[in-house]
């Protein structure tokens, strides 16, 4: 069976802060990670992705995560918040050699970024 | 770039209702996927389907959903008889394969049942 818990269902940070949203995985075999972003009113957009090659992943709008399997997590940091970042991120996991590649989500982390 | 595209973006449905949920998913992808996520809870998986035939489905999907892919393009998700608890996002997904790696999401439907 697999789980992701996201730590923080709300974070603020200021505008030029560093962002970290966390979240940490429970898989028996291998996992594929994964952080998609919801803007409101919007759907599902992949931010990023870890699938068993490097271990630090670089996505869009200049975020990235590392997998960190001794730790069983996959945080998704960002250097400098911008304004637009404000959205819903959720992290999921996926068996890597499951039959299908059904996506379990964590319950997300909203991001607010003050002025 | 290719999409997902869903419609109605949003839907209100008297409750004892059936209502039809539709999506276009991108054109050459064969794995087709609902997902739901209720207000202010987390996206879960309903269905997998591929080749004509679910693939996988969660607990959440009982006799009262069915899923089709009535003509080549559209996917749809029925739902028979809505209760206030399908009160939801339901998000359409598509991939290319079964062990794509990426799934691409619809803007969702959401349904509100009164």
């Known amino acids: 069976a697999q789980s992701v818990t996201q730590l923080g269902s709300h974070v603020s940070v200021s505008e030029g802060a560093l962002v970290l949203l966390r979240c940490n995985y429970s898989?028996?075999?291998?996992?594929?990670l994964f952080w998609y972003v919801q803007y409101p009113n919007q759907g599902l957009q992949l931010l990023l992705k870890y699938t068993s090659a490097a271990t630090l992943v670089k996505g869009i709008n200049g975020f990235e995560a590392e997998f960190k399997k001794s730790e069983t997590s996959f945080h998704l940091t960002k250097p400098s918040a911008h304004m637009s970042d404000a959205a819903e991120y959720f992290c999921a996991v996926t068996a890597s050699g499951g039959a299908t590649n059904k996506l379990i989500f964590g319950t997300g982390t909203l991001l607010a970024v003050q002025p | 770039e290719p999409e997902v595209t869903q419609t109605p973006s949003h839907q209100v449905t008297q409750m004892g209702q059936e209502v039809i949920l539709r999506c276009v998913p991108i054109s050459n992808h064969l794995y087709f996927y609902w997902y739901r996520q209720i207000l202010g809870q987390k996206v879960e998986f309903l269905v997998s389907?591929?080749?004509?035939?679910?693939?996988?489905k969660s607990e959440i999907f009982d006799d009262q959903f069915s899923v089709e892919r009535p003509d080549g393009s559209n996917f749809t998700l029925k739902i028979r008889s809505t209760k206030l608890e399908d009160s939801a996002m339901y998000f359409c997904?598509?991939?290319?394969?079964?062990?794509?790696?990426?799934?691409?999401f619809g803007q969702g439907t959401r349904l509100t049942v009164v």
């Open positions: 898989s028996s075999v291998p996992p594929y």
């Open positions: 997904a598509s991939s290319t394969t079964q062990k794509a790696t990426e799934a691409f």
């Open positions: 389907f591929y080749n004509n035939e679910i693939s996988e």
